[in-house]
């Protein structure tokens, strides 16, 4: 009889150890503490294949070299950590399935967004629905992003469709010659078109900011995303010979529209692309030159002069990285520090709550906020849906690489 | 000069949709065979270009001399595998459909799925135009309009006055007929398969020289190409020419006159439109078959 109890005991005490190993969500890892225990895991979906590839490569490439660093610094409270990172193949009813599946059967233990904003809010909102904290890398559309425990990389403040056209408009005050007559073309794609119509009832956006500033709007284009004849575009924009053109498209339409007033003879005089790829519109060369875009962090020498000696190894480090992945820019720009951002505020989640358990991450976060290494020290304010004051630069292509430009005070180089 | 400048422009797209086009319906209405793995050939053919072009640094359209045999061999190589598996037209959708992603796929690996482009010291065609006035014709785009004049002169001319266009033309209206008096189905089959995979080439390079790539482009023709074979007649080859220009004058001037989001509406209306009118293809004549 009493060996039987004694059985019983022993398969609890086993049971009970066994069951605190899987209990990922709680602090039991606090307990595992320095002395090592299963590796933290975290779970995130890419868009590793379909046509948000291009970036979630990126993304993929900065996570890993983080992960590395991060593991190899001895890993998140002396475990290690390891990611599972699935593909989402770009689309945003697998990115809901896939995490749905990473929290209820792989049980990670945190969760990382996705990449392209329709897919954050679709893993937003299974994560909200777990109760998971979820730092996502790129969705600016703050509007939407209600959950309280999701926590912005990239932040152009609570109101990006002001924001944006205010700092430019700003930047091109301070030209000799300001422009006074502005054509807009819009792709109508989420966050594009939120930055010159608005969201909603809040008509706020760069259409209605150009007449406050009594500019003329001689042109105003929207078009699908899936537009790939770009002639009459290019047309209507160089009848209308605007003073400034704003492309508020996404990828290379701002490459085919400088392509299509190219072939048609017109240079436009200055022009603004929104969240293009970066990469393609250094390639067309002098055509390209002096097009403006937003920024949160380019690897111009002063820039990295300010951040240390470990921004300059993490940037070279993901420029080898990407040659080898033989990406076609391997430059370690907005969208790798966005990434690298999320990471920081993942990991300083975990260790300033002292574990795993998502409740005491997010409230650590909105209490402590997180150091991270390319945009300072970020607070959370819930009522701003997260979205901490904007870091964000305007960066200029100036003989043929991209270079921070504005405000003057982050500028590498004057704005032309 | 808004309009006329579109008008222009939309013709000479049209020739690049009538380009990508021909094949897909010589295909179909000689072969029946619905050939979605032309779009997979398409952009192989645009791939090749970029990456001979780009890596030994030579004109881009010296490298047809490489890509045009390259894709007549894998056009007739995918004909001999349908021909094998002796496809009816509906399952032939379903099968090509499974090659154009698995091209897809290849693609991604080959090249990433980043956006890849030549860069303007290797194709100094994308931004250059030849100018009369204020009108303006883009080189790229007049590249594709003459080529596609070509290919469906050639094509016309083959299918009217040749032997073995004529022994085509026979199979497409009965195979065993054509078969009892000696046409050898599967030697033409190949050829005429080259030959559209030859077209592809001919697409491919000129789409890439004024287009970043990314392996999910092939999704992004089958609108419009559809449109113009379907609307063209199936197998109808100056028909497919002449489908190609009027829909890309038709989506030109409507993105002028009103805006190129009500492109599509208006494009795709007025083909449902045209084909209750004339339901085997605005411009059909009797096609090949």
Same mark, same amino acid.
């Given at each position: ?109 945190? #969760? ?94 760069? #259409? ?75 390639? #067309? ?40 992945? &033989? ?55 819930? &009522? ?33 | ?74 056009? /007739? ?94 199979? /497409? ?89 009500? /492109? ?26």
């Amino acid at each position: 009889m009493r060996i039987r109890t004694l059985t019983a005991l022993a398969a609890a005490v086993v049971l009970t150890v066994a069951a605190a190993g899987c209990n990922r969500g709680s602090d039991s890892d606090s307990a595992s503490g320095k002395g090592g225990g299963p590796p933290i895991v975290v779970g995130s979906t890419l868009s590793l294949t379909g046509a948000f590839a291009a970036t979630g490569q990126i993304h993929k490439l900065a996570g890993e070299e983080y992960v590395d660093r991060l593991n190899a610094a001895g890993g998140l409270l002396g475990r290690k950590v390891e990611w599972k990172v699935l593909d989402d193949q770009s689309d945003q009813a697998k990115v809901a399935q896939l995490y749905e599946r990473l929290i209820t059967q792989d049980k990670v233990d945190l #969760l990382i967004g996705p990449y392209a904003t329709p897919n954050i809010l679709s893993a937003m909102a299974v994560a909200q629905r777990h109760g998971y904290v979820l730092p996502q890398h790129t969705a600016v559309l703050a509007p939407q992003l209600t959950y309280d425990c999701q926590f912005p990389a990239w932040s152009i403040g609570p109101t990006p469709n002001k924001f944006i056209p205010d700092q430019l408009f700003d930047a091109l005050d301070s030209l000799p010659t300001p422009p006074k007559k502005i054509a807009v073309v819009t792709s109508q794609s989420g966050s594009a078109a939120f930055v010159t119509d608005g969201f909603g009832d809040d008509k706020t956006g760069v #259409l209605t900011i150009a007449k406050d500033r009594g500019l003329d709007v001689v042109a105003n284009v929207h078009y699908p995303p899936t537009t790939t004849d770009w002639a009459p575009i290019a047309t209507q924009v160089r009848d209308a010979d605007p003073d400034l053109i704003i492309s508020n498209g996404l990828g290379v339409d701002a490459v085919n529209l400088v392509q299509a007033m190219k072939q048609l003879n017109y240079t436009p005089k200055k022009m603004f692309a929104l969240f293009p790829a970066p990469g393609p519109l250094l390639a #067309l060369g002098a055509p390209a030159d002096g097009i403006l875009s937003v920024s949160m962090f380019e690897p111009n020498k002063p820039i990295l002069d300010k951040l240390g000696a470990k921004a300059t190894e993490i940037t070279t480090d993901f420029t080898k990285r990407a040659k080898e992945a &033989k990406l076609p820019y391997t430059t370690f720009e907005t969208q790798a520090a966005a990434s690298w951002n999320a990471w920081d505020i993942l990991a300083a989640g975990v260790t300033e709550s002292g574990g795993t358990d998502q409740r005491k991450m997010c409230a650590s976060l909105h209490d402590k906020g997180a150091d991270t290494t390319f945009s300072g020290h970020l607070k959370f304010d819930p &009522k701003d849906h997260n979205f901490w004051p904007t870091t964000q630069t305007l960066k200029q292509i100036q003989d043929g690489d991209w270079v921070t430009v504005w405000p003057k005070n982050k500028a590498a180089a004057p704005l032309k | 000069m808004n309009v006329v400048q579109a008008t222009l422009s939309g013709a000479l797209i049209g020739g690049l949709y009538a380009l990508m086009a021909i094949g897909l319906s010589v295909t179909w209405g000689v072969l029946r065979v619905i050939n979605l793995a032309h779009f997979g050939l398409i952009l192989i053919g645009a791939y090749l270009t970029f990456q001979l072009a780009t890596s030994w640094g030579i004109d881009p359209l010296l490298t047809l001399v490489v890509t045009v045999p390259a894709m007549f061999v894998a056009g /007739a190589v995918l004909q001999w595998i349908f021909d094998r598996l002796a496809l009816t037209e509906f399952n032939s959708l379903l099968v090509s459909f499974g090659l154009l992603i698995i091209t897809i796929q290849v693609a991604s690996n080959v090249w990433s799925a980043d956006f890849q482009r030549m860069d303007a010291t290797v194709n100094p065609y994308a931004t250059e135009s030849v100018s009369i006035g204020r009108l303006v014709f883009p080189v790229t785009t007049l590249l594709a309009f003459v080529l596609a004049g070509l290919v469906v002169l050639g094509v016309h001319l083959v299918l009217r006055r040749t032997f073995a266009g004529r022994a085509l033309r026979a199979i /497409a209206q009965d195979r065993a007929v054509a078969g009892a008096f000696g046409v050898d189905h599967r030697r033409l089959s190949l050829l005429l398969g080259g030959a559209v995979g030859a077209t592809a080439a001919l697409a491919g390079a000129v789409f890439s020289l004024s287009n970043a790539l990314t392996p999910e482009t092939a999704y992004e023709w089958f609108g419009i190409v559809f449109a113009v074979v379907i609307l063209g007649g199936i197998g109808e080859v100056v028909g497919t020419f002449a489908a190609g220009v009027l829909v890309g004058v038709l989506s030109g001037v409507v993105s002028v006159v009103w805006s190129p989001a009500t /492109a599509p509406f208006v494009l795709f209306s007025a083909i449902i439109l045209a084909l209750l009118l004339r339901p085997r293809g605005l411009f059909a004549m009797g096609a090949v078959r």
